[in-house]
């Protein structure tokens, strides 16, 4: 329900705050502004970016699970989108995400729900393994098999691309 509210919500601040800022600055002057914010954002996203994929590289070098600097990666993608969306409330969103200690706390809120949600400090499956079904017990059966093809039946043919065809 909150979200439902606040998708009916946004778009009422952003029409506010057109015609607010609109009324001190004239039309010209809110297009310039809307236009240039989301220009400079877009810029500050991609340097941001670019450092976000340099400590998931670092991470993954030094044999970590990346899971922070891809959090970080993917509130960088929303602050990306929050400036791709003209208005001035999205564009205040953004920039207040673009500092390192509000984005941050966002990253540790996201971690703590993904982490109450089933994954361990690392990112991993708490469980140590794939989910299992309902009703299943965890453990792993191990056997052999054996095809069976009726009399005179050929192998499939194997192609060097794929194993077998």
Known sequence: ??????LFL???????GFV???????LAGTLAVVLLSGVIGI???RSQ????LRRMQAALQRSEPPVRPMVDGVLILLIGA????????????????????VRRAAADLVLRHLRQGGL??????????????????????EGEFHEVRPVGEEPPAIDSRWGRS
């Open 82 to 101: 929050l400036f791709m969306v003209p208005g001035f409330v999205t564009d205040l969103a953004a920039l207040i995400l673009l500092f390192p200690p």
């Open 20 to 26: 607010v800022i609109g009324h001190w600055l004239g």
């Open 43 to 45: 810029g500050i996203v």
């Open 49 to 52: 970016g670019l450092l976000a």
């Open 10 to 16: 946004l778009p009422l601040l952003e029409i506010a």
């Open 1 to 6: 329900m909150p979200l439902i509210l606040a």
């Open 120 to 141: 361990a400090q690392d990112g991993s499956p708490r469980d140590g393994g794939p989910h299992q079904p309902p009703g299943g017990d965890g453990r792993t059966i």
